[in-house]
């Protein structure tokens, strides 16, 4: 029988989490393994929401500029008005004022993952399979030691170290290795749209608008506006039932402005469906395994902080397993030792604080202002959200939280292999 395949570090999923640890990894010189299920990373209004804690990681990594290339819009500024009149008003360039990137970065997330894994070809170390789909972990001993996969070949098992479970926020690996999330609930859904933005519209930032019973809002994308339009969970079939000329009023009623073009939403394939959910481990790990991301908690929508979430766990997790994993790498008898799991440990220990700061934010602003909202209420601002009378160090607070996250992490991990620094990329667009 042939030799099974192996790598130290085995990656289920290709997502931002996915990648960036894989980048790191393979950049301190471990060998690792990234398994994709989908053969592309086309997927539309996937958390195309960059914050500072990230662009601040980039340039960490040299990558500022090969992203500043990358054609996107800079989100500067966050509106929310009711029928009546102004409820949020804010500059997010004032809340740091002294911080080198004050703007969220609109950037699709297949450009963002394609900028990731043109630089982490240039090392050795990195390995990315797509349309690999993993189908559960290898056991044995009492811990996992690597996974199976299945691709048009048929299946595969990859021997590995540790094997991370990075495939989002409906993890086959977790669900296999039989850990359950906690679920916390949200009372929305969302619904992802596309219209076109002409010369004249009001400019710039994201302007949300609350109506009653129901709100919406609107990013400007530069030659598009993305929307989101709210609606309770567990709705999404009575409002296909009621056809997309009732979405299309509704959305025309709540942004007056882009009522000449919802016309072109036409067809139901132009509407993405998001089920919101937030959801958290309880621990993160079992013996040669770990989750991060979404796998491991998914945030709701509220601030976009997903993305950025998961990729601060893969650096967090780069941080502190770089350097134990390349010990593992020069040991012979490495795939029948388990990685030491309080190493592991380390990780969800790292990063539980700011995954559970920022889901408590959250289901505050879920329950204070969406609840209400989407019950026809009176909207009344949670104090953090509320400058003006709650004074602006809740809001301050709030506002970097989202931005730059509780305990921002940096790349502390060397960059061993020897590779070329990136050149400007040639990017096929
Ligand atoms: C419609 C929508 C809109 C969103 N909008 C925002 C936003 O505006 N801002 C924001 O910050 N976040 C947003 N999010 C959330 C954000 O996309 C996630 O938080 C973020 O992508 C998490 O990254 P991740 O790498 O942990 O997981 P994911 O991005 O989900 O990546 C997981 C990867 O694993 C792959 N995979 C799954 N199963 C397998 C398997 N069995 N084998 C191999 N590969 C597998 C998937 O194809 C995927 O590529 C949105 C999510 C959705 C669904």
Not at 145 to 171: F, I, N, P, Q
Request: with cysteine; proline share 6%.
């Amino acid at each position: 029988m042939p030799e099974p395949e192996s790598t130290t570090c085995a990656i289920s999923g290709g997502g931002p989490a996915g990648v960036m640890l894989a980048l790191l990894l393979a950049r301190a010189g471990v060998e690792v393994t990234v398994l994709e299920k989908h053969g592309d990373f086309l997927r539309d209004f996937r958390g195309d929401t960059v914050h500072p804690s990230t662009l601040e990681l980039l340039d960490e990594l040299g990558l500022a500029d090969e992203l500043e290339r990358i054609p996107h819009r800079d989100l500067t500024t966050v509106r929310m008005d009711t029928l009546d009149g102004t409820l949020v008003d804010a500059d997010l360039r004032r809340f740091a004022p002294r911080r080198k990137y004050r703007h969220i970065a609109m950037i699709p997330q297949w450009d963002f993952l394609t900028l990731l894994v043109e630089h982490a070809r240039r090392y050795p170390a990195f390995r990315l399979l797509m349309n690999a789909e993993t189908l559960g972990p290898i056991e044995h001993g009492g811990a996992v030691r690597g996974l199976r996969y299945r691709d048009a070949d048929g299946e595969h098992d990859l021997r590995a170290v540790l094997t991370v479970a990075a495939d989002g926020r409906r993890s086959d690996l977790r669900r296999a290795a039989g850990m359950i999330p906690i679920d916390f609930g949200a009372p929305m859904d969302v619904l992802w749209l596309r219209v076109s933005r002409r010369p004249g519209d009001v400019g710039g930032g994201l302007t949300a608008r609350i109506g009653k019973g129901e709100m919406a809002g609107a990013i400007d994308r530069g030659d598009y506006w993305q929307i989101a339009f709210l609606i309770p969970k567990g709705s999404y079939r009575r409002i296909r039932e009621q056809g997309l000329d009732e979405l299309r009023t509704r959305l025309a009623r709540l942004l007056p402005f882009l009522g000449d073009r919802v016309n072109e939403i036409d067809d139901w394939d132009k509407v993405a469906f998001l089920e919101v959910g937030v959801n958290r481990l309880r621990r993160w790990d079992r013996p040669g395994l770990l989750a991060i991301g979404d796998a491991a908690h998914t945030m709701s929508p509220i601030g976009g902080v997903g993305i950025n979430l998961a990729i601060q766990d893969a650096v967090a997790t780069a941080n502190l397993l770089a350097g134990p994993l390349l010990r593992a790498q020069a040991d012979p008898a490495r795939f029948d030792r388990t990685l030491n799991p309080r190493l592991v440990r380390r990780v969800q220990r790292r990063r539980a604080l700011p995954t559970i700061g920022t889901q408590l934010v959250q289901l505050t602003a879920q329950r204070r202002l969406i609840d209400r909202i989407l019950d026809g209420e009176e909207p009344r601002l949670p104090a953090f959200l509320n400058g003006e009378r709650a004074g602006c160090v809740l809001s301050q607070l709030f506002a970097r939280i989202m931005l730059y996250g509780i305990l921002p992490e940096h790349v502390r991990t060397p960059d061993r292999s020897g590779a070329a620094a990136p050149a400007p990329a040639d990017r096929a667009r």
